[in-house]
């Protein structure tokens, strides 16, 4: 499958755990974004990243969010001291820029549920 | 500032009738890009389209159109002959081009149900 990858698919956690996603874009894309959706919503911009360097982050990202991408490849988010409120599902997506950019291709989601 | 409006929240018809999704966007961009995405019950957004704000030409494939007016900011999104697997909620999204792509924003999203 060449497509982005996320894991795990599903997390429940008790509140105050932390938990940490991680996404595997597609190899040749240097552009690597994350978004939440909840509920009856359009997904959320959070942050993204060309190659290792995180460009933008959005002010939903609070302190207890924080994301990498320390090789430009794989990127992992990690959700501290979890809230109910944090129950959603997290997306990845990549993009390649060269070129002129291209179509932006989305994993299939990480839900989290916190209990 | 970016903004995409879906006014649509939930649409209901027969299979075989035509429906069409509405989407209006706001961008100071001159340069942006639009997209739909259709998300089925098992969460993956599917890629549909991307139009350039250049091209305002209609776009057709198979059962699916698209007319861009740029004069309205809309982009909307018609599916001929609708059929049950049509069924999922909808997605327009908008990303502005300056140096590059930037952050794709959302609109709320339409949930279309085709019922038998």
């Known amino acids: 499958d060449t497509g982005v990858s996320q894991d795990p698919r599903h997390k429940i956690t008790k509140r105050g755990q932390n938990v940490t996603f991680r996404c595997d874009p597609i190899?040749?894309?240097?552009?690597l974004y994350w978004y939440r959706q909840t509920l009856g919503q359009g997904p959320e911009f959070l942050t993204y990243?060309?190659?290792?360097?995180?460009?933008?982050k959005s002010r939903l990202l609070s302190d207890r969010f924080s994301a990498e991408r320390p090789k430009g490849s794989f990127s992992t988010l990690e959700i501290q001291r979890t809230e109910q409120g944090d129950s959603a599902m997290y997306l990845c997506?990549?993009?390649?820029?060269?070129?002129?950019?291209?179509?932006?291709?989305f994993g299939e989601g990480s839900w989290l549920t916190v209990v | 500032a970016q903004k995409v409006t879906q006014a649509q929240t939930e649409i209901s018809v027969v299979e075989k009738e035509d429906v069409t999704l509405d989407c209006v966007y706001e961008?100071?961009?001159?340069?942006?890009?639009l997209f739909w995405y259709k998300q089925p019950p098992s969460g993956e957004l599917v890629f549909l389209i991307r139009?350039?704000?250049?091209?305002?030409q209609n776009e057709i494939s198979g059962r699916y159109s698209w007319n861009f007016q740029k004069s309205t900011s809309s982009f909307n999104f018609t599916i001929t002959a609708s059929q049950v697997v049509d069924s999922a909620v909808y997605f327009c999204?908008?990303?502005?081009?300056?140096?590059?792509?930037?952050?794709?924003?959302f609109g709320t999203g339409t949930k279309l149900q085709v019922i038998p």
């Open positions: 961008t100071r961009d001159t340069t942006y890009y």
């Open positions: 990243f060309q190659n290792e360097a995180q460009l933008e």
């Open positions: 997506a990549s993009l390649s820029v060269q070129g002129g950019g291209n179509t932006i291709y």
């Open positions: 139009r350039n704000s250049f091209d305002e």
């Open positions: 999204a908008l990303s502005g081009y300056s140096g590059g792509y930037q952050k794709v924003t």
């Open positions: 190899s040749e894309h240097n552009r």
